[in-house]
């Protein structure tokens, strides 16, 4: 096969005047060719683009992939029949498998340092918040050479002590049905470390994700990492002026005069009664978005400061005030939103009240998740661990009993 055969087989590449070529964000994506790698190794240049796509020819890439020893490149290889001497050829195979069921999200030969600043190349990690989760070593056939045991042990014993279970020590001959139980616990390992609140999970797990897609997509992440710590700066994560415009709160209208005058600190209004007495009786009290010149802020706040439910925001509990720019807590947002009142103010409230109690049921799915992901995991380790510590050993035993009586056989055979 060819690889202008595999490009075509699964819809990767675009014929131009009779070539075939590929974009280079499909390069990494879809046939996950390791990007610095790639950048490091291949003397391409980006001489085509198209509608603003920088693109390669398939000849340009065949070279290169032709060339290039690397697990993610492993199945391509041989279905494109390329006849290549891997320098490690176990090591090639096994990870181009595990790969391959696991996904190729992980980094080849990754650069460790221990915290005694020795340095390992590990063979392949996956990575969870940028630091090694899950390593995997293979050990060719020449790491059981004699000088190359002790050596091994001691690496191997420091690599077990810091990362635990998620350290994968595989041999190189390995059974497929031991690399089948590796591959699934890794998986499960990854479903474990994937199960977390975002919002990419979200709109995977509920169906009516859609409705407040535009909403969560702006201010979701916001509200899933606000801490709301009262003396913790990152609870004031949304910016006024952004949220008036979500709003649809015009600039300078009487509505957005009133908003603002909520943030201004250490003023006192001093009301009589016949005021508070009038102002209670009128309609003041009710929003008005209507255009206003002809009032400043402090007339504003008159009008608005006898009203039970609009209370002045405090600073550094409600808002700061950072780089001249206002920001608020999530409290704030959703007081401003019901004040608004407006169709768009009770719509971004409603969402934001949806989006949070999404985060609380995803919350308690996940937990039941994890717990029965947690089980699987242990019920595999313990399969693993009965195999190496009994079952394993015994096979072994077994399959040296059978030579030596077939070499017993022989001599036999040989004195008659």
Known sequence: ???????????????????????????????????????????????????????????QIEDYIKNTQHPHLYNMHNYCNYQIKYKNKY?????????????????????????????????????????????????????????????????????????????YNIPYDISDQELNSIIDEIKLLKEYADDEINISNMEKEFTEFTEIKAFAKKYGNKIITNKNDEEDGTKFIFELESIKDDLQITTNSELCKRIDSYFISNIKVKLSNEESNSDSDSDSDEWDDSDSDSEDITQVI???????????????????????????????????????????????????????????????????????????????????????????PLTRENRHLKNKIKRLQKISDLKT
């Open 1 to 59: 096969m060819s690889l202008y055969r595999y490009l075509t087989s699964n819809n990767i590449g675009n014929l131009v005047k009779g070539d075939l070529w590929i974009k280079e964000k499909h390069l990494f994506k879809k046939l996950f060719i390791p990007k610095d790698n790639f950048y490091k190794k291949c003397k391409i240049k980006k001489n085509k683009k198209r509608q603003g796509n920088v693109m390669y020819s398939v000849k």
């Open 91 to 167: 090591e090639m195979e096994l990870l181009g498998k595990i790969t391959k069921e696991v996904g190729y999200d992980g980094i080849y030969q990754y650069v460790y340092f221990t915290p005694d600043n020795k340095q390992y190349r590990l063979d392949y990690v996956y990575l969870l918040d940028e630091k090694p989760f899950i390593i995997i070593e293979i050990d060719e056939s020449h790491h059981y050479r004699i000088n190359n045991i002790a050596g091994d042990n001691i690496r191997n014993s420091e690599l077990q002590y810091t990362f635990t279970n998620n350290f």
């Open 302 to 392: 008159k009008k608005t400061s006898n009203n039970n439910d609009i209370k002045l925001f405090e600073n550094n509990k409600d808002f700061i005030v950072k780089n001249d720019k206002i920001y608020i807590t999530r409290e704030t947002f959703i007081n401003i939103a019901i004040k608004s009142d407006s169709i768009v103010g009770i719509q971004i409230f409603h969402q934001i009240m949806k989006f949070e109690d999404m985060i609380k049921k995803f919350i308690e799915i996940s937990k039941k998740r994890r717990i029965t992901i947690t089980h699987l995991i242990n019920e595999n380790r313990l399969k693993r661990a009965y195999e190496n510590r009994i079952s394993l």
